[in-house]
């Protein structure tokens, strides 16, 4: 800190959420003619997260997240006001379709399926993802739905939900496997309103619940192709992480730096590193996964310690493979496929890189992409890299198939990285929520509070950081 007149912010976690903090609250601080520093601590050797990309004999890996959904703003927003918005692209568009791993085949993901239920009869009554008797309940949604709305406001699992309204097979199809994928969890201990809350809404209305979701979705005009779901960056998520630095003044990031404890110093707090360092502050925000924040600020508050605890989360590790084109036995014409739990395989879902997105693989090669771990099996994220290559191989050859040795890959883990908002969730945010009134100057952010995805984390962010060059003493520059 170069100025020790100016209200100094420390951010504990130089991730997506930390980064953007540190950027909104300081352009909202020159905006507002107001003295304040910040300083982002980063255990690990560099900032980012689970944004990571590399570039890999011409190809390029985005290892954790590859995109973010388009119909949430705020990322793209923030992409433009970094000077990125000529460099954001979409899904290509011949390949927007994902398949669904069916004993040792891939059927298409039926059209419709929407917030993982179906919307439309007719493709349902076509797919070889529901026997008979699942059609025949789907059916009956729709001409005599007996599923009656749930009274009051308790919180209940998705699973379960959509088991009442359209049978446990539609979920052990569609909504099991999308859950997989975005939270790596489990439909049925995953909470309804804090996963998908514009399914309680639709469900909320009473009737049927297939004709309500798809009331809640934007209509598509008959030949009219699907618009990207996902945007993502030419150069990838990563160089989101780059703008954001580059926007910051120099050192504000410091990599290589563990925060260890929160303490109270009067009005203000100290923080101590890894390396027996004693930092102050004005403010404290925490933007680290929040069973790290738990240990932070143990001996500050218990309580807040043992409620930051009592979010779940789970582990997951991505493996990349990279082959000619030519050694993949079946046509890439989609964006990957997903994985039922009922098909017992230890791959969740698997993303077609190249299909996907342009610019990511150099001519006449492919990449691609398998999930493991998640809820229960987060042991397989941690196995020794050989051992989760060979796992996922085995998998991807089995639906694909794969002929030879891949060009090369990679393995990313991110353990305990992904929080699980399961039934009860809202309830336990607002009493971490509570317990921080005690803390005016004490904040937490990231993806365990208002939504697990990139839009959301960066849209609590920005807030945040302008709420703090908000509040901060006016004192003029
Ligand atoms: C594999 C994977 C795929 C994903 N795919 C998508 C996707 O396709 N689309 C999408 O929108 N979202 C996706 N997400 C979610 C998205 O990546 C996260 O919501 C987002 O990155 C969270 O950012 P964050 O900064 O809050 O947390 P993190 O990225 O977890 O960053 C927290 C940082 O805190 C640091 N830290 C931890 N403890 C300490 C400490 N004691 N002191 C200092 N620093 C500390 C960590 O090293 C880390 O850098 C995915 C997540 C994962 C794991």
Request: hydrophobic share 45%; charged share 20%.
């Amino acid at each position: 800190m170069t100025d020790p007149k100016a209200h100094h912010t420390l951010i504990l976690g130089g991730g997506i959420s930390g980064l953007v903090t540190a950027w909104s609250l300081l352009q909202r601080a020159a905006q507002r003619h107001v003295r304040a520093t910040v300083t982002i601590l980063e255990q690990s050797p560099r900032p980012g997260g689970s944004l990571v990309t590399e570039r890999v004999e011409g190809f390029l890996v985005d290892g954790g997240p590859d995109s973010w959904i388009a119909s949430k703003p705020a990322a793209a927003e923030l992409c433009r006001d970094l000077g990125l918005g000529a460099a954001l692209i979409e899904t290509i568009p011949a390949n927007r379709r994902i398949y669904v791993a069916h004993g040792a085949s891939l059927a298409p993901m039926p059209e419709g399926v929407v917030l993982g239920v179906p919307t439309r009869l007719g493709p349902m009554l076509q797919t070889p993802l529901l026997s008979w008797r699942a059609k025949a309940r789907l059916a009956l949604d729709r001409v005599a739905p007996w599923a009656s709305p749930r009274q009051g406001s308790t919180d209940e699992a998705l699973g379960p939900m959509v088991a009442r309204h359209l049978g446990r097979e539609v979920v052990s199809a569609f909504t099991e496997p999308l859950l997989a994928g975005i939270y790596a969890g489990d439909a049925w201990s995953l909470s309804a309103r804090s996963t998908f809350p514009a399914l309680v809404d639709a469900a909320a209305h009473g009737g049927s619940l297939m004709r309500n979701a798809r009331a809640a979705v934007p209509k598509r005009f008959p030949g009219q192709s699907p618009p990207s779901a996902f945007l993502s960056l030419r150069d990838g998520v990563g160089s989101l992480v780059d703008a954001l630095v580059a926007a910051l003044p120099p050192g504000t990031v410091r990599t290589g730096t563990g925060a260890v404890s929160v303490a109270r110093d009067g009005d203000r707090y100290v923080v101590t590193t890894a390396e027996g360092e004693h930092l102050g502050a004005d403010r404290v925000v925490l933007a680290m996964p929040m069973h790290r924040a738990a240990r932070v600020v143990r001996s500050l508050d218990a309580t807040l310690g043992a409620r930051l605890d009592a979010l779940g989360w789970s582990s997951v590790a991505t493996a990349f493979f990279a082959y000619p084109r030519e050694a993949v036995g079946r046509a890439l014409d989609a964006t990957g496929f997903v994985v039922p739990k009922r098909e017992g395989r230890r791959v969740l879902a698997s993303t077609w890189v190249s299909s996907k997105w342009p610019g990511r693989a150099p001519e006449g090669t492919v990449l691609l992409r398998a999930f493991v771990g998640g809820l229960g099996h987060e042991d397989r994220a941690s196995l020794p890299d050989a051992e989760l290559v060979a796992l996922c191989r085995d998998d991807l050859s089995a639906l694909l198939p794969l002929h030879g040795d891949p060009l090369f890959t990679r393995v990313y883990r991110f353990l305990g990285s992904s929080p699980q908002p399961t039934v009860g969730h809202a309830s336990r945010v607002a009493a971490i929520r509570e317990a921080l009134k005690n803390h005016p100057r004490l904040v937490t952010i990231g993806a365990a509070y208002e939504g697990v995805g990139i839009p959301d984390v960066v849209a609590l962010a920005r807030r945040t950081g302008e709420r703090i060059a908000d509040e901060a003493p006016s004192t003029g520059l």
